[in-house]
């Protein structure tokens, strides 16, 4: 995991390309809104740095601004002001062909809601960033099998939705998240619909990832699931309030760290 030292140094020099080992790293980010002539200030100058294979959460209450975060980190937004680099290049500069190209190939979206297509398989679910992408049939399946039984779901590929359990669908959207191999999975609320029990499965299969080298980070408003993370970014009123380590986390809070 990467330091506060660390973090400090590689967010404060502005204009400086980071070096391969951050994958994100913004520096001073502020997101403002014209609300019928209200100027919103949802983000105030943000700084934060994530190294490769970090599992990070990110919450704060409604109104903090991380939901606006995370759309700029998912190069679904830019900022008004301020640095975005990701994976070295200087994405918040980009024009939104080149951002929308960026998006593709780097960020796996997770959604609470799972978006799947209800007549498809899981398969074929998991496939379909790969048909939009141009890639062949049979490289297709390979990579998306090889996805689900990165979640556990080899046996059920050629299931429908509907024939699956809450969580299974959950795992099917992580396993089409990562069919293209990018740089960051983006876990938006991933467990908003699901029960405590298959939010536990799902947050071990976040877990298995993150051991396997994947650089995960997760939106959420719960405590109790941002504490599966190894570490913490809580945000209040567009600015960052605290950056903790997982164990920090919980024993502030004064909560149990998850057992996996």
Known sequence: MSTAAEREAVTSAVGAAPDRDWVIVTRGIKREYDMGGEI?????????????????????????????????????????????????QLVSAMQDDALARVRNKEI?????????LPRATALANVELPLVYAGVPAAERKRRATEALEKVQLGQRMHHKPNELSGGQRQRVAIARALVNDPSILLADEPTGNLDSQTSEEIMRVFEHLANTGQTVIMVTHEPDIAAHARRVVVLRDGTMASDETQAQFVARLGIHAPQL
């Not at 294979?53 to 209450?61: F, H, K, Q, S």
């Not at 409604?62 to 900022?79: A, E, F, Q, R, Y």
């Not at 796996?108 to 799947?116: A, E, I, R, S």
């Open 108 to 116: 796996g979206f997770v959604f609470q809601t799972f978006n799947l």
């Open 40 to 88: 919103i200030r949802a983000l105030r100058g943000v700084d934060i740095a994530v190294k490769r294979n970090e599992y990070v959460a990110i919450m704060g209450p409604s109104g903090s601004g991380k939901s606006t975060l995370m759309n700029i980190v998912g190069c679904l937004d830019t900022p008004n002001a301020g640095e975005y680099w990701l994976n070295g």
